[in-house]
């Protein structure tokens, strides 16, 4: 203790140098997914100044139609760049998902917190989760929302409109978003039904003068809530190649949960937000937010709403923890899977640490010829690291799942690519639990009939054609 009276000013403090470097300077750091010189190209390519300066040269010039088109390009650039991006620092292995720093850092780090009380529900395809959903519709009282980029014509579509129409005649309020892009072929039929049962629909972002600035942001998301206490979510629209059990090429392989409890919330605020960006209307009240209740089920939830314009996707942080803190197996099942140099990184540091990384992929009937052709692309690093890509080619596979070491795992709408994390409103939902984890690895392993394996030597002596189209493709990855 220093002398009685000695002043403040006298005592001896930390030298100003070591102040600020008591610990280490995370930039001084390796990166992860350090920008090749195609990457860095690439991004120059779809970046707006470099149009804009030619734009300039060509106005000085007095060369009109050239600085048009230049300009026509720059504005393009501007409109379709990301604004969102990984994260390169901070990727680094330092906890497993059993140890106690994993929850309170997966809440941190997405600001979403675990709702207790839950009941949770795995629906494996479409004759399971569609009379599950048409069933909560008609035990409606009160409210029932929907969000979806997907609501086409056909069969089921029909159906459901009826569905939804009944319960809006009988006094239920129905809201309808749908995605004016995804949802553009719902066709006249499903529209007058909805339109004659007093149903509000409304489309989120259409094309017009006054949306131009966010032509390229859609809502992806994927929700049927009920009464603001049931709701349904998970990699499936409202069309007809979700129908049956994946048992052909015309019946689409996918999962769905279904939430009843308090995680229910986030799915409604995430609809109510963007219902009242694109009708003005604020939805208010115990039609939509019930009083809670009792515990329904055993389970905590973590509902996590991602949206690019926070300017940082929260489903990309999630995935990107889970991974790094993968310590025995990470199964991924995803359609489009268009890894960044960051997430080949961290999944390549999760094999050579002895996980057991999988990754099943849609095959042969991939419905998206862009995401495809980036994904193969990019198969080369992770097979040379070990990574096991599993093709499935039964059907075409759509569900967005992942699981942790048998312990943690999430289902929800985000594709793992760049169109998913930086352009779209996500939502997925994420559980603490080796029950419902257990359920999710057994239907991975389940679907590992219908896949083809890749082979590191057959990809390596792919043909000129196919390396053609991946070129092509690699010019767009940013927007796959």
């Known amino acids: 203790m220093p002398p009685r009276g000695r002043r403040r000013w006298r005592r001896r403090r930390v030298p100003k140098y070591w102040r600020y470097r008591l610990a280490p300077d995370p930039l001084k750091r390796r990166p992860k997914g350090s920008l090749t010189l195609w990457a860095r190209g ?3 390519l779809w970046s707006w100044w470099p149009w804009a300066i030619i734009s300039i040269v060509n106005v000085a010039q007095q060369k009109w139609g050239w600085a048009a088109g230049m300009a026509a390009l720059s504005l393009f650039g501007y409109l379709t760049w990301p604004t969102e991006f990984p994260p390169r620092y901070g990727l680094d292995h330092e906890f497993s998902v059993d140890d106690e720093e994993f929850l309170p850092t997966m809440v941190g780090a997405t600001g979403v917190p675990f709702l207790p009380g839950n009941r949770v529900d795995i629906l494996n395809n479409g004759n399971r989760f569609y009379p599950a959903m048409l069933d909560a519709i008609a035990r409606a009282e009160l409210s029932i929302t929907i969000e979806a980029y997907i609501y086409w014509a056909g069969e089921i579509g029909v159906e459901f409109a009826r569905a939804l129409a009944a319960k809006a005649t009988s006094g239920v309020k129905v809201k309808i978003l749908l995605d004016a892009v995804g949802s553009a072929s719902i066709g006249d039929e499903i529209l007058k039904t909805l339109e004659a049962g007093k149903c509000q629909v409304a489309w989120y972002n259409p094309i017009r003068s006054y949306t131009f600035g966010r032509f390229n942001h859609r809502t992806h998301r994927k929700s049927l809530i009920i009464d603001g206490r049931v709701a349904f979510t998970g990699g499936a629209g409202i069309a007809d190649h979700w129908r049956g059990d994946a048992e052909d090429a015309a019946h689409w392989r996918d999962i769905q ?4 409890g308090p995680a229910v919330t986030p799915l409604q605020t995430g609809f109510a937000e963007n219902w009242l960006q694109t009708t003005w209307e604020l939805i208010s009240g115990p039609l939509y937010y019930p009083p809670p209740t009792a515990s329904l089920g055993p389970y905590a939830v973590q509902t996590i709403m991602s949206s690019p314009e926070i300017g940082a996707s929260t489903v990309r942080t999630m995935y990107y923890l889970s991974i790094i803190s993968a310590r025995r197996s990470l199964f991924i099942a995803n359609p489009y899977f268009v890894p960044d140099a960051a997430a080949i990184d961290a999944l390549i540091e999760s094999k050579r640490r002895g996980v057991d990384v999988r990754i099943m992929v849609a095959g042969l009937h991939n419905d998206n010829w862009l995401a495809r052709q980036n994904s193969v692309r990019l198969y080369g690093r992770l097979l040379a690291a070990g990574v096991e890509i599993l093709e499935y080619n039964r059907t075409m596979l759509h569900q967005k799942t992942m699981v942790v070491d048998d312990t943690w795992a999430t289902v929800g709408t985000t594709n793992f690519d760049n169109r998913s994390f930086a352009h ?3 939502n997925n939902v994420c559980f603490y639990d080796r029950r419902l984890a ?6 991975f392993i389940a679907d ?5 394996r890749v082979d590191p030597e057959r990809w390596r002596h792919r043909g000129a054609w196919a390396r053609i189209q991946e070129f092509v493709a690699a010019l767009f990855q940013e927007q796959a």
Request: with cysteine.
């Open 42 to 44: 690439r991004r120059l």
């Open 424 to 426: 779209n409103e996500e």
């Open 448 to 452: 590992l009939a219908g896949c083809v």
């Open 257 to 260: 949960v279904r939430l009843e």
């Open 438 to 443: 257990g359920m999710l690895r057994d239907a």
